[in-house]
């Protein structure tokens, strides 16, 4: 049984470009998270998809966007790539319980570089 | 609005020394859930443990305890006799509002020295 898995592990990019990430979820999963982690910083919430809709957002900027699709994988999207942008992208998904906060499995993350 | 204290950013322990994390949360609703997340150097958060607030019971499993105290809004988490494969960040986290959002402490990175 695959976990999150998510790729490319490791990129590097230049200030002003674009890049996309993307994450399969856990087999039996319908919805995927996205986290920012800065260096010695726990993750931050980016998004959240199910059912192929974002049904919530975090402090993010529009330059960050996402994508869900029929099989239930996701790719963030991130714009106009600024320095502070370099981090560790984690997906996580679970399966929507209403009404209660489920466990949300984790890849291991891709690491970007903004030069 | 939710927050995630983890005063403790480093703690380092001799192998077989019990430690205990500190977790502080704060949420205004009256159902949340928190958690316990491992994130080895290989970057993956493992899942921990998971609590509802009507569910104070504490919790043992193995050489992992977890400390629920509503009345002083702690969720505390010991390791007895720690070994080295225990080093790793941990982070607390919290979801409360019934939105799907998990608001994450900035972590407590543990070393157990052999």
């Known amino acids: 049984d695959a976990g999150v898995t998510q790729s490319p592990t490791h990129l590097i990019k230049t200030r002003g470009q674009q890049v996309t990430l993307r994450c399969s979820p856990k087999s039996g999963h319908d919805t995927v998270s996205w986290y920012q982690q800065a260096l010695g910083q726990g993750p931050q919430f980016i998004f959240q998809y199910y059912e192929e809709e974002e049904r919530q957002r975090g402090n993010f900027p529009d330059r960050f966007s996402g994508h869900q699709f029929p099989n239930y994988s996701s790719e963030l999207n991130v714009n106009a790539l600024l320095l502070g942008d370099s981090a560790l992208y984690l997906c996580?998904?679970?399966?929507?319980?209403?009404?209660?906060?489920?466990?949300?499995?984790f890849g291991e993350g891709s690491r970007l570089t903004v030069l | 609005a939710q927050k995630v204290t983890q005063a403790q950013t480093e703690i380092s322990v001799v192998e077989k020394e019990d430690v205990t994390l500190d977790c502080v949360y704060e949420?205004?609703?009256?159902?949340?859930?928190l958690f316990w997340y491992k994130q080895p150097p290989s970057g993956e958060l493992v899942f921990l443990i998971r609590?509802?607030?009507?569910?104070?019971q504490n919790e043992i499993s193995g050489r992992y305890s977890w400390n629920f105290q509503k009345s002083t809004s702690s969720f505390n988490f010991t390791i007895t006799a720690s070994q080295v494969v225990d080093s790793a960040v941990y982070f607390c986290?919290?979801?409360?509002?019934?939105?799907?959002?998990?608001?994450f402490g900035t972590g407590t990175k543990l070393q157990v020295i052999p």
């Open positions: 986290a919290l979801n409360s509002g019934g939105y799907q959002k998990v608001t």
């Open positions: 996580a998904s679970s399966l929507l319980q209403r009404g209660e906060a489920g466990e949300l499995f």
């Open positions: 609590r509802n607030s009507f569910d104070e």
């Open positions: 949420t205004r609703d009256t159902t949340y859930y």
